[in-house]
């Protein structure tokens, strides 16, 4: 063979390889266009499906509906919750206050006024001396409720006795 025909086939051979390059390369671009598609049209459809979700959310109610007796029961257990809070509360006090006056105190200690009694201790006489003191208030705890609109009343009742 001569060294024209040898250089030939190299010359035929590159350029075949730089032809199969190209086209590599052509595909590879191809391919990567066809990805960035796919993502596009991927992200469309979620962005269509979320616009969806949004228009379907938009115009419902249950959330109302679940919340008006959700808040009717909260406000009802609040206003148990309170009513028991205050019973404990004002019994407590009507003690403190019926046992300041069995002393012969007639404010208690850090109030500036004295207690407001529904009807004032009643001394009752003891058989071996001294008196049994009896107290009575009244209270009203305001409604937050509509389940119970006249709110809550009860009377407190103390006992002590005096020397």
């Given at each position: 063979m001569s060294?024209?025909?040898?250089?030939?086939?190299?010359?035929?051979?590159?350029?075949?390889?730089?032809?199969?390059?190209a086209h590599?390369?052509?595909?590879?671009?191809?391919?990567?266009?066809?990805?960035?598609?796919?993502?596009?049209?991927?992200?469309?459809n979620q962005?269509?499906?979320?616009?969806?979700?949004?228009?379907?959310?938009r115009?419902?109610?249950?959330?109302?509906?679940?919340l008006i007796p959700?808040?009717?029961?909260?406000?009802?257990?609040?206003?148990?919750?309170?009513s028991v809070y205050s019973h404990a509360t004002t019994d407590q006090s009507t003690q403190g206050a019926v046992a300041y006056s069995a002393m012969g105190l007639a404010t208690i200690p850090g109030q500036s006024n004295s207690?407001?009694?529904?009807?004032?201790?009643?001394?009752l006489p003891l058989p071996g001396g001294g008196s049994v003191l009896v107290g009575e208030r009244?209270?009203?705890i305001p409604s937050?409720?509509?389940?119970?609109?006249?709110?809550?009343?009860f009377t407190s009742t103390g006992i002590a006795i005096q020397e």
């Open positions: 060294w024209r025909l040898r250089d030939q086939l190299r010359r035929d051979q590159g350029n075949q390889v730089k032809g199969n390059q590599e390369n052509q595909d590879q671009g191809n391919q990567a266009r066809e990805n960035q598609d796919r993502g596009n049209q991927a992200r469309e962005d269509r499906g979320n616009q969806a979700r949004e228009n379907q959310d115009g419902t109610i249950e959330s109302a509906l679940t959700l808040m009717l029961l909260f406000l009802t257990v609040s206003q148990l919750g309170l207690p407001s009694w529904s009807k004032p201790p009643i001394a009244t209270a009203h937050i409720t509509p389940l119970l609109p006249g709110g809550d009343s």
